[in-house]
């Protein structure tokens, strides 16, 4: 996680200095995240209750099967440009992004 300001300044920053040609890059502000410092927020957005920490993986690759019909629907009714979840979404990547143990602690 980074701010979008400073990732839109590293993108310009990377796309137009000649330093910059041919390197790989990482940009982060220097805040500490945790997905479940994350996860109770975007619960009282929504008005849902947070699930407690699983205490095992949990991969979405294998239960996400049917989310290609309840996105083109979610997509439909509102107004989305993008109607194949597959283009928005890649399952593999966020289970590699969240099943890592050391991002998973409780703490």
């Not at 300001?5 to 982060?28: I, K, R, S």
């Not at 699983?54 to 979610?74: H, N, S, T, V, Y």
């Amino acid at each position: 996680m980074t701010d979008a300001g400073l990732l839109a300044e590293q993108l310009l920053w990377a796309a137009t200095a000649d330093e910059a040609a041919n390197q790989d890059f990482n940009a982060v502000n220097g805040d500490v995240f945790r997905w479940n410092w994350l996860w109770p927020r975007l619960a009282a957005y929504f008005g849902v209750e947070a699930a407690a920490f699983p205490a095992q993986k949990m991969p979405l690759e294998g239960r996400m099967q049917e989310a290609a019909d309840a996105w083109r629907e979610i997509a439909a009714r509102e107004q989305l440009r993008e109607a194949d979840i597959n283009k928005v979404a890649s399952w593999w990547h966020t289970d590699a992004d969240l099943g890592r143990q050391w991002k998973r602690s409780p703490i």
